[in-house]
């Protein structure tokens, strides 16, 4: 039995140190390495454990390979739920708040009335929604939502295609450039008294269930750049089908360019998906990605009947005399 359990700990140290090169790696193109990817934060832990273990056991070359893989990992792992202070917009008198929110409806059967409360009780100015249909948009409308939230930007579809977007204030063209995709994708610019926002609503098509699995990192990688100098803030909300550790939205959150909101609040590792399963969510798919001027002061997640995926709703501060999105009264 001690020579089973020294066995398995050196096949558990050399599986962990080998998932650093694999997580720098991870082939975009590669469902296994897409779905494999999203298990980061436990083979952070699943390291660490091994490391004690084989230390304890004075299994030193497993327990030294463990150990290293668990400092890397931890690195890339802990900062996420470590609030990063984001020094953008400091709250107070010269910034304005803004809820926004993102749900995917999958495939339009998420309760519409547990959506509409969502928007209603926790104040949301901008709802993004993925998998909306034509008869999921009606339901919505006849459950409140309309009332509510009454502009709209809607490129709904049967099936899981459909995205949109849906506002407390009235919105005008963006002028930013939506490549095609599997999913429809929309964006508008919210005209809020306080200033406008660009907000666009994602949806890459993960590449599991695609023809072009290479094609999800294109996707992501055609999304629209950070807010420029000067310009009002822009935001990117919704199901992007990938975690931090995917390296498509890795590179789009290069230093300097768009910040994850959940990871500057210290909730980077709160999994929005599935919930539909006896686990909890694990994994982190959903986003809210903030440029330009503003910052993420909380973000939470709230879990919806009908839906595989918790709503995302962010607090977000805007900084005045520049470019503002003003919370609904």
Known sequence: MSRFLDGVLLLGAVLVALWVPFWWWGAPGSPIAFALLSGTPVVAVVAAVVAVLALVRRRWAAGVLALAAAVVLGAIVVPRALDDGDPVVAAGP??????VATVNLQFGRADPAAVVALARDRRVDVLG????TPEAEQRLAA?????????????ARRGAGGTALVSRHPLAPSGLVLRPGVFSQVTARVLAP????????????????????????REIAEL?????????PRLVI?????TLD????????????WRDAASAVGGGLRGTWPTDSTLPPFAAIDHV??????????VTTQELPSTDHAGLIATLRVRDGRSALTPGA
């Open 94 to 99: 010269g910034s304005t708040p803004v809820v």
């Open 194 to 217: 306080s200033g406008p926002v660009d907000v666009v609503v994602a949806h890459p098509s993960a590449p599991v269930f695609r023809d072009d699995p290479g094609g999800w990192a």
């Open 246 to 257: 995917h390296r498509p939205l890795r590179a789009m959150l290069a230093p300097g360019t």
């Open 289 to 298: 990605l903030v440029s330009g001027p503003i910052s993420a002061v909380e």
């Open 238 to 242: 919704g199901d992007l089908n990938a």
């Open 143 to 155: 459950a409140g939502l309309r009332a509510e939230l009454p502009f709209t930007e809607s490129a």
């Open 129 to 132: 929604l993925q998998e909306i």
């Open 224 to 232: 629209p750049g950070p807010a420029p100098l000067g310009g009002p």
